[in-house]
């Protein structure tokens, strides 16, 4: 103790502090990390399925169509987390009646955007498979799998945004039982009508319709538990003022997000050029990284709800005190990512496509990319944290200038130079690296202990 330099008092203290901000961030990353994995579970379903009773052509044509949906996400994630942030409003507020209006004025807003996404991805399908380049082999199944795909839009934002409202009431059972329930539905309606009905892709998104709406109805039947013990008692209805402080409050985040879904689309118009055995591989590699994230996104709420607290209760001392241990975990974790893609990656991509080719094309682009998550994982962590400290449009405008307009030209460049697989992923590391720095370089010089340096 005394080789340290400091009292045993106060190590004690710190160590007691640390605890303390750990158990709290595992408080808000576990719920999410929960979430966030039955999602993908969902997801990864679908690729089990199509492995087990297709080929390598589905699931192609399942990676132009996610392609699409992560544009419709960029309602999706923002929805979701400004839902999150007025209720915790309401709670410091102590106002049942103003919760309980929020939570009928979002759950409905969230039906209300999720149809008019999947009228609006029913029509527009034949013209994004064309846009996109899609080759002719598969055209016809990717447009038919949008056009049933995109009903699932409805209960799946539904299904986000009443899970985060259920979790906010303090029921984080009733949302992850229910996931698992429709996970398992959708198990076993996929087996019916892809291995038993033959219907292909399209017994895919039918299934996943039945099995979200399932889910959904659940979680519907918990909420409505949880609000008959609220003693207020609003109409059910939209309060519209609650939406424009919802769109005030994520505006950046959604313009973010759909920019960023774009992109994916734009990218998706090279990766098709190079044929289907590549957009296969590439289709892979999103899914596998996706997997890989999870921990780090999960990782985000905390970020972003303990940086205001703390910065609000002790200035930068105590802000750096509790980014610092997610930063470092986030770097950690990053790390041991190297190497384990290169072990698990081979078998996983064989099992999914049984295809030699689409396997190289996969770990080609994870041995790539793999090595610069640890930049993905800092700048996600700083940018959440950012957002929780008020600075949305200072993280939007680094976000947009180095996550997607660097982004861009590099893709574009890499495309003309390089050609091939690795010229489109290489685009990634590329923005990861430059948005960290311009991130990183802010941060610590605006929230230095010293504040000598502010920006």
């Known amino acids: 103790m ?31 990390f929960m979430s966030s994995l039955l999602v993908y579970l969902m997801n990864l379903l679908n690729y089990v399925i199509l492995a087990a009773f297709t080929d390598y052509t589905s699931i192609a044509s399942y990676g132009i169509v996610s392609s699409y949906t992560n544009l419709s996400a960029g309602f ?24 309980q209006n929020v939570i009928n004025s979002v759950s409905l807003f969230s039906l209300l955007i999720g149809i008019g996404i999947a009228i609006f991805g029913f029509f527009i399908a034949p013209a994004y498979v064309w846009q996109v380049v899609t080759p002719e082999e598969i055209k016809d199944a990717t447009t038919m799998f949008l056009r049933f795909f995109s009903f699932t839009y409805v209960p799946i934002l539904y299904f986000s945004i009443t899970t985060t409202v259920l979790i906010h009431l303090g029921e984080r059972t009733a949302p992850i039982m229910a996931e698992v329930s429709a996970l398992a539905l959708h198990a076993s309606f996929s087996y019916i009508f892809v291995g038993l009905f033959d219907w292909d892709i399209r017994g895919i998104a039918i299934s996943a319709i039945i099995a979200q709406i399932i889910g959904s109805l659940i979680n519907t039947h918990q909420l409505v538990q949880q609000m008959r013990k609220f003693m207020a008692r609003p109409p059910v209805r939209i309060d519209w003022s609650v939406i424009r402080e919802l ?47 999870i921990p780090i996104h999960a990782l985000r709420t905390p970020a972003r709800t303990l940086s205001a607290e703390y910065y609000e209760q002790g200035g930068n001392n105590s802000l750096l005190q509790v980014i610092n241990p997610m930063i470092i975990l986030s770097i950690l974790y990053s790390i041991l990512l190297i190497p384990v893609t290169r072990l698990i990656g081979p ?77 489109i992923a ?12 311009a991130l990183g370089v802010y941060y610590f010089a605006t929230y230095s202990k010293s504040r000598k340096y502010s920006i």
């Open 2 to 32: 005394e080789g340290s330099g400091l009292p045993g008092s106060t190590l004690t203290e710190r160590r007691l502090e640390m605890r303390d901000i750990m158990r709290r961030v595992g408080k808000m990353a576990v719920p999410a």
């Open 76 to 99: 999706f994630v923002p929805l979701s987390l400004g839902t999150g942030y007025l209720l915790e409003r309401t709670r410091k507020e102590n106002d049942p009646y103003k919760t």
């Open 247 to 293: 769109a005030k409050e994520e505006r950046t985040v959604v313009f973010t997000a759909v920019l960023g879904g774009v992109f994916v689309i734009f990218l998706q118009f090279f990766i098709d050029e190079l044929g289907v055995r590549t957009i296969a591989g590439f289709a892979l590699f999103f899914l596998f990284q996706d997997l890989l994230f």
């Open 347 to 423: 078998p996983i991509f064989m099992l999914f496509s049984h295809d030699p080719e689409v396997t190289t094309v996969a770990m080609r682009l994870v041995n790539l990319v793999a090595g610069y998550y640890i930049f993905y994982a800092v700048s996600t962590l700083l940018t959440s944290s950012l957002e929780g400290l008020g600075k949305k449009t200072l993280t939007m405008g680094i976000n947009i200038g180095f996550n997607y307009f660097s982004r861009f030209l590099v893709l574009i460049f890499a495309a003309m130079l390089i050609q091939g697989d690795e010229s």
């Open 426 to 437: 290489i685009c990634y590391p590329v923005s990861w690296a430059l948005c960290t720095a």
